[in-house]
């Protein structure tokens, strides 16, 4: 089967920066990915990461180590418009199965 | 189309009567997904179709829920005889076979059984 644990809530202050991990227990892993969903909104793909190491998106980086099945999303310069949830997402065989998601703070 | 248009937006039923919920994805996209999410939850899977085949239907939660494709086109997703724990966000993605990691949502459709 498919697992993965996320932090349920993470709180920061504006223009800061903060990282959400993601472990994942998988077969059949493709790679893993990050989407935000704004509440009422539908998610929305921010990365993917295949291979291990950093991908960098702008204020947005990802990061994934297969051998440790971890990986963590990292938001600079955070802003206001950044709260929201955050899912990861591990892509293998024929779905991708989401993890529960981490409800991201920011703070004045 | 533009994006991934799902419809009702809004429906409210009442326990017992069946639903149907239509997903039209990205024209061209052959990979097609729905999710469930409850309030405040994460996205729960439910079926996935590659055209209109449906290789992994594993996350359907009982017998009243099934899905259909025609093509690589339209799909719905029916509920027979609702029940009040079925209200959630019914959510529809789909993806291109380059960028078959990369999902693209639809809006969902809100369920709300009484």
Known sequence: GQSLEQPSEVTAVEGAIVQINCTYQTSGFYGLSWYQQHDGGAPTFLSYNALDGLEETGRFSSFLSRSDSYGYLLLQELQMKDSASYFCAVTGGFKTIFGAGTRLFVKA | ?114
């Open chain 2, 1 to 114: 189309g533009a994006g991934v248009s799902q419809s009702p937006s809004n429906k409210v039923t009442e326990k017992g009567k069946d639903v149907e919920l239509r997903c039209d994805p990205i024209s061209g996209h052959t990979a097609l997904y729905w999710y469930r999410q409850r309030l405040g939850q994460g996205l729960e899977f439910l079926i996935y179709f590659q055209g209109n085949s449906a290789p992994d239907k594993s996350g359907l939660p009982s017998d009243r829920f099934s899905a259909e494709r025609t093509g690589e086109s339209v799909s719905t997703l029916t509920i027979q005889r609702t029940q009040q724990e079925d209200s959630a966000v019914y959510l529809c993605a789909s993806s291109s076979n380059r960028d078959g990691e990369k999902l693209f949502f639809g809006s969902g459709t809100q369920l709300s059984v009484l």
